[in-house]
């Protein structure tokens, strides 16, 4: 079994903090740009100090006291703080990055982000190849890393049949998980609550997640319950890894359904027990109480779900269907008190209110709304359903990460979760500088280097000599999150400088016209000429 822990690479680290500060021999840095006089908070989770960065040709050249030489561009970072680029490890921009009006990527741009981590639970793109090279040659203004989504490559083979793989459906899923990885992928993802990734089974799982791990990917898991099943969910996650051999991944670590608040505290035991054992594993986290996803995944059982939401709601239609589902959907409705609608093409005058307001207002049961809106297939909704001291816990963490689960959006008259505006500030900027929860050392750690490594992404993440210059320059005093969820299309504020590559997306706050990002290729670590399957 593979053994890596994170706080290895971390101490090695903060080793090179000194020898990277001036080049050998004390010679003047040659350089395009110097980001002068800041505090340097450089992903590794050590103390801020005071210092500069130096840039040429899109890579870091120096970090902390140095002699330039000529007259680079400065930019004074006095007060500021100086961090690598946050990589949002959880992101579902897959189709966003593509469109026009969404694929600069301002809301992420604005929160600090220089990449994006696309195929989350399941879904996505299974042609990594196709996906990367449409996002070439600046079309994108901000990174993109994807996922092999195991839902999608399951549709893609057996459509959305609820039933195991035969030996020859396996063979194809594996053949097409190999080409991927080849292709470029970080490793793959799986929505366990989502049709048809939830059809597939532990064993299924494991075969496919090894070939992953034979190109030196990650297995990264919307599990199969985050609630009344939380820890066998979890137990999951780990069986997959050590039988599988590779890194695996928690996605949005939450205990949801106020029955089990406290019990992510046994959850993360079971993590850690995990890693004294040897398997590297880790999880990421959003720092809000609520979470969003569809109306139908939130009140209809996943094994009442075959042919995914459009298929239901048409089944819905039939009033006998809907009869012999009402139970099930009262349970869930009690479980899950504060569902606000998001989005609702049927039901547009709904959107921005709770299910049970809405009935309220038209002297109705909740349940008789519920069935009305599990019959629109593209409703979505928010559902208040953790508690604040998990997430305070849970960001505590060393081997938890922060992710948006988000997606780069512009205002469409929608009410969606404001998590997409304001993730990286908030769990920064509130919880860190503001309350002191943890420190904003630790804060950016889990938004860079902590990310970095999960992924295996050896060129990004931290300030260091020799990395991509994907760098943030922020005023923490500032730095806010300004949306909310009666107003969750509100940009953040306080960073001040975004480089991609040593290329400003924003400069002075301002976001910057030119589109910088570029698809992000992980190296497969298997040889061309070997086979994974």
């Known amino acids: 079994m593979r053994r890596h822990y994170l706080s290895f690479v971390q101490l090695a680290l903060v080793a090179c903090v000194a020898a990277s500060a001036m080049p050998a021999g004390g010679e003047p840095v040659e350089a395009d740009l110097v980001l002068a006089g800041g505090t340097i908070v450089d992903g590794t989770g050590q103390k801020g100090y005071q210092g500069s960065v130096a840039v040429r040709d899109g890579r870091i050249v120096a970090v902390g006291e140095f002699e330039t030489a000529g007259t680079p561009k400065t930019i004074d970072c006095s007060g500021k703080i100086i961090c690598p680029g946050f990589i949002d490890l959880h992101n579902h ?41 449409k996002l070439e040659g600046g ?82 898991s919307h599990m199969r319950d985050e609630s009344d099943h939380l820890l066998d969910s979890v137990q999951e996650v780990i069986e997959i890894g050590k039988r599988a051999d590779l890194p695996v991944h928690i996605s949005h670590f939450k205990a949801s359904k106020r029955k089990n608040w406290g019990s992510l505290k046994l959850a993360a035991q079971l993590v850690e027990q995990a890693q004294r054992e040897g398997l590297t594993i880790t999880a990421d986290q959003y720092p809000y109480i609520a979470s969003s996803t569809s109306i139908m995944a939130m009140l209809i059982p996943d094994n009442e779900r075959e042919g995914g939401n459009s298929e239901t709601a048409k089944r819905l239609e039939d009033a006998q269907e809907a009869e012999r589902l009402r139970p099930a959907v009262a349970k869930a409705l009690d479980e899950r008190d504060r569902i606000l609608i998001s989005s609702s093409k049927k039901h547009p005058d709904w959107v921005g209110k709770f299910i049970r307001q809405v009935a309220s207002e038209q002297q109705r049961e909740p349940i008789e709304v519920a069935m009305e809106i599990v019959q629109d297939a593209s409703a979505a909704g928010v559902n208040f359903a953790m508690t604040e001291s998990d997430v305070r816990y849970a960001m505590q963490l060393p081997w938890v990460a922060t992710a948006s689960d988000g997606s780069s959006k512009v205002d469409n008259g929608t009410r969606p979760h404001p998590r997409s505006f304001g993730t990286f500030p908030r769990k920064i900027g509130r919880y860190a500088h503001r309350e002191g929860e943890i420190s904003v050392e630790h804060a950016i ?46 940009v953040s504020s306080g960073v001040e400088w975004v480089l991609l590559a040593g290329k400003a997306a924003i400069a002075e706050g301002e976001i910057q016209d030119q589109l910088y990002g570029q698809p992000l290729r992980h190296e497969s670590t298997l040889p061309q000429t070997a086979s994974a399957r």
Not at 468 to 485: E, G, K, P, Q, R
Request: hydrophobic letters at 40%; charged letters at 25%.
């Open 445 to 490: 750690r889990s938004s860079s280097g902590l990310p970095a490594d999960i992924l295996g992404m050896k060129d990004r993440g931290y300030l260091r000599e020799g990395l991509v210059a994907d760098i943030v320059v922020l005023d923490v005093d500032t730095l806010v999150d300004n949306a909310t969820f009666e107003k969750p299309f509100e």
């Open 139 to 220: 079309k994108v203004g901000i990174n993109v890393a994807h996922l092999l989504p195991q839902g999608d490559l399951r549709e893609k083979v057996i459509g959305n049949a609820r039933r195991p793989a035969t030996r020859e459906e396996l063979v194809e899923m594996l053949r097409l998980a190999d080409q991927a990885m080849r292709d470029g992928v970080w490793g793959m993802s799986t929505g366990l609550i989502y049709v048809p990734s939830s059809y597939a089974d532990t064993d299924e799982l494991v075969v496919i997640a090894h070939v992953v791990g034979l190109h030196g990917g990650i297995y990264a």
């Open 93 to 133: 921009s897959d189709g966003a990055v593509l469109k026009e009006a969404t694929r600069r990527g301002d809301c992420y741009l604005t929160q600090g982000c220089t990449t994006l981590v696309t195929g989350n639970c399941g879904s996505g793109p299974v042609d990594a190849g196709e996906y990367y090279d």
